[in-house]
């Protein structure tokens, strides 16, 4: 198997909010490939996928109930500490509720968290670490040989 990541599908509750959110909200204009149930939304080199909770679960035959942590968050990362701080403020006046302030963090870098409508946790970045690209995608050093 390649090390590739193509689609991310969050299963949501209301697919008008999660929509609003995403696009009026936070400005990402959804495909054209969308259609039904199911939308699209290229971010880089992958695709955020918004389509309803039960019928995810459906497809993957497991149940749609649950709450709380799910395991997994989704990131977004900045070229600097400022700019965390001006996404997390407009995903929080969109609809968005802050899980954690922005914060020098252990790691060395500085983050915050917050929440969509539907509870996915969104970690908003800045890693001294990472460089970004000109396409906003994380550069990251080759792995060593084994």
């Given at each position: 198997m390649k090390p590739q990541l193509n689609i991310i599908t969050l299963g949501v509750t209301s697919l008008q909010r999660s929509l609003q959110f995403y696009s009026d909200g936070l400005g990402w204009r959804p495909s054209s490939a969308s259609q039904g149930d199911i939308?699209?939304?290229?971010?880089g080199t992958v695709v955020l996928?918004?389509?309803?909770?039960e019928k995810l679960a459906e497809d993957a035959?497991?149940?749609?109930?649950?709450?709380?942590?799910?395991?997994?968050t989704l990131?977004?990362?900045?070229r600097s500490k400022e700019e965390v701080d001006e996404i997390l403020k407009v995903a929080e006046s969109v609809g968005a509720t802050i899980a954690k302030?922005?914060?020098n963090v252990f790691w060395g870098g500085y983050s915050g968290y917050f929440t969509d409508p539907d509870g996915y946790l969104?970690?908003?970045?800045?890693?001294?670490?990472?460089?970004?690209?000109?396409d906003g995608s994380l550069v990251l050093p080759l792995p060593e040989s084994l």
């Open positions: 939308v699209f939304f290229k971010l996928a918004l389509y309803p909770r035959r497991v149940s749609p109930f649950g709450q709380g942590f799910s395991g997994f990131a977004y990362n900045t302030q922005a914060e969104w970690e908003v970045a800045w890693n001294p670490f990472f460089e970004l690209s000109e």
